[in-house]
């Protein structure tokens, strides 16, 4: 049972447009989410998270949106770089939980010239 | 730098030979978190430790266990590797929710199992 899904494994945009990676979730308990970008033969690093409070948060080129009654999110990359080329995971968690996180089985971005 | 470093990063043991991994962080952090990944899936959580405590997942094989001697060191021993344990392990750290803040989990770089 994937309680968080990312249904695009893949998603090639070109350098300079905006990247649009989305993620749903299933369990209405998660109430914070966020969104890690991994490149090959790394662990995965944070970029960006938001509480299930906010429906928008930002920092620099990335955005993410949150849509709770869809039960939805998205990650916003504008304008797309080529060293953003790597695999985004979603992650969720829910209070009490001691942190633990439920990822999606990521998004391969490829950013071209 | 403050850092989750996870050693080797590639390992390779034979069929029902022991291995351990190892974790390691400068962080200070509270938490820390074993995950298994297989190719084009999703990292799945094998166990955690709060502080001392030890909480394994319902569906974690029971060839899978874990050490945390202190605060900055955590293994995973894999006791009778099976082919189907190839995968990458990532071990995570978090300030945990006593902390305050978010729940941002901190990755080491992973050890890549393969069984021969």
């Known amino acids: 049972d994937q309680q968080v899904k990312q249904n695009s494994p893949s998603l090639s945009v070109q350098e300079g447009r905006i990247s649009i990676l989305n993620c749903d979730y299933t369990?209405?308990?998660?109430?914070?989410f966020l969104w890690y970008k991994k490149y090959p033969a790394e662990g995965p690093t944070f970029l960006i998270s938001i509480s299930s409070i906010k429906d928008k948060n930002e920092d620099g080129r990335f955005t993410v949106f949150l849509n709770k009654s869809a039960k939805h999110l998205s990650l916003h990359i504008v304008p797309s770089q080529p060293g953003d080329s790597a695999v985004y995971f979603c992650a969720a968690s829910a209070l009490g939980t001691a942190s633990k996180l439920t990822f999606g089985t990521g998004t391969r971005l490829q950013v071209t010239l | 730098d403050a850092m989750v470093i996870q050693n080797p990063r590639y390992q390779v043991t034979q069929f029902g030979k022991p291995v351990t991994l190892s974790c390691s962080q400068t962080?200070?952090?509270?938490?820390m978190y074993w995950y298994q990944q297989k190719s084009s899936q999703a990292p799945k959580l094998l166990f955690h430790y709060y502080d001392k405590d030890f909480n394994n997942e319902a569906d974690t094989p029971d060839n899978f266990q874990s050490r945390r001697p202190n605060t900055s060191f955590c293994f995973l021993d894999i006791r009778s590797p099976g082919l189907g344990d190839a995968a990458m392990y990532l071990c995570?750290?978090?300030?945990?929710?006593?902390?305050?803040?978010?729940?941002?989990?901190?990755f080491g770089p992973g050890t890549r199992l393969t069984v021969l």
């Open positions: 995570a750290t978090s300030r945990g929710p006593s902390a305050g803040g978010g729940n941002e989990q901190f």
């Open positions: 962080l200070n952090h509270n938490v």
């Open positions: 369990n209405s308990m998660f109430d914070y």
